[in-house]
């Protein structure tokens, strides 16, 4: 019996041990998956994200996250630097949320892509390509319920300075106005079923009747005049053209007594001038030699020179 017994425990301490062993190899062994490096760039916080967490692309475990540290040129910015098992599709589209595995609440990334530009995520030379980061449900929830306090308190702002003493003597005085313009209105509004039956009285068959038969002979007036309007057009039509035949009648005759009949006139002006002149120089000669009339011109004396010249003697 204890030669069995030792047996059975030495075949058990050998099976536990070779399972140690193997353990072990595994453990000194490590992980002998590739992956490829990115880095998420995070806009919001990242509360219960730690090294070795787990990286998941719709809902699939793919990697986990390397390095978690604050960028220094951008305070604000978180930098998650992941690794992802080589052969899944990062592609341009894909962008990382922050995750929480249950009720445990270990958050985790998780990888999505909406599709929109299926093109391979390469990074700058000498880079780790770059995933955007968007916020979950809780972080837009936040963001949704920060903008409606902000709302809520431009809302305030603005009733309490409507609400203001200045204001509110306004308001007092606008309803003022609009009760004494109420009642003013009333009056007309109970006149308005008067009007209304007026109305209805007016537009009995009679007086309808009464109009269609104003209205055909309005139409039939203007059916007459119409003809009248087309006379009248074309008369106008024909003292235009008279009209047009007259001006270049003046412009013509305007034109006969500026090249032919003006020189003319002229001409016999100057001849009446000279005649003026000679009458005068005759009447002149008359009055100086009376008996010229009679005996005729006396011969004007020989000057010097002359045949007949005697100095001046008489």
């Given at each position: 019996m204890e030669s069995?017994?030792?047996?059975?425990?030495?075949?058990?301490f050998t099976i536990l041990l070779g399972i140690a062993l193997a353990a072990t190899f595994v453990w000194l062994r490590g992980d002998t998956r590739i992956y490829n490096s990115y880095l998420v760039v995070s806009q919001f916080p990242v509360n219960?994200?730690?090294p070795q967490a787990v990286v998941r692309f719709r809902g699939v475990e793919i990697g986990r996250v390397d390095d978690i540290s604050i960028d220094?040129?951008?305070?604000?910015?978180?930098l998650i630097r992941i690794l992802v098992e080589k052969g899944v599709p990062i592609t341009r589209g894909t962008f990382a949320r922050l995750g929480a595995q249950g009720l445990t609440g270990i958050a985790h990334i998780a990888l999505d892509d909406d599709g929109s530009n299926p093109a391979p995520l390469r990074?700058?030379?000498?880079?780790?390509?770059?995933?955007?980061?968007?916020?979950?449900?809780?972080?837009?929830?936040?963001?949704?319920?920060?903008?409606?306090?902000?709302?809520?308190?431009?809302?305030l702002d603005r009733l309490n300075k409507i609400a203001s003493d200045s204001n509110q003597s306004r308001i007092e005085t606008?309803?003022?106005n609009f009760e004494k313009a109420s009642a003013q209105l009333e009056p007309a509004l109970r006149a308005i079923p008067e009007l209304s039956e007026r109305a209805k009285n007016f537009l009995n068959e009679d007086n309808q009747r009464s109009l269609q038969r104003s209205l055909a002979n309005i139409e039939q007036a203007t059916n007459s005049i119409a003809p009248a309007i087309e006379d009248s057009r074309k008369m106008l039509a024909n003292m235009r053209q008279l009209s047009e035949g007259l001006d270049k009648l003046s412009l013509a005759i305007s034109s006969e007594i500026t090249d032919s009949t003006l020189p003319k006139v002229n001409q016999l002006i100057d001849q009446l001038g000279q005649d003026t002149q000679d009458v005068h120089r005759l009447i002149l000669q008359i009055e100086r030699e009376p008996q010229s009339l009679l005996l005729g011109r006396e011969r004007?004396?020989?000057?010097p020179g002359e045949p007949g010249f005697n100095g001046g003697q008489r």
């Open positions: 069995r017994s030792f047996a059975l425990l030495a075949g058990l219960g994200l730690k220094p040129r951008d305070s604000p910015t978180v990074g700058q030379p000498g880079e780790l390509a770059r995933i955007a980061a968007r916020g979950n449900a809780f972080d837009d929830l936040t963001l949704s319920s920060n903008a409606l306090l902000q709302q809520a308190a431009e809302l606008a309803l003022t004007p004396r020989p000057g």
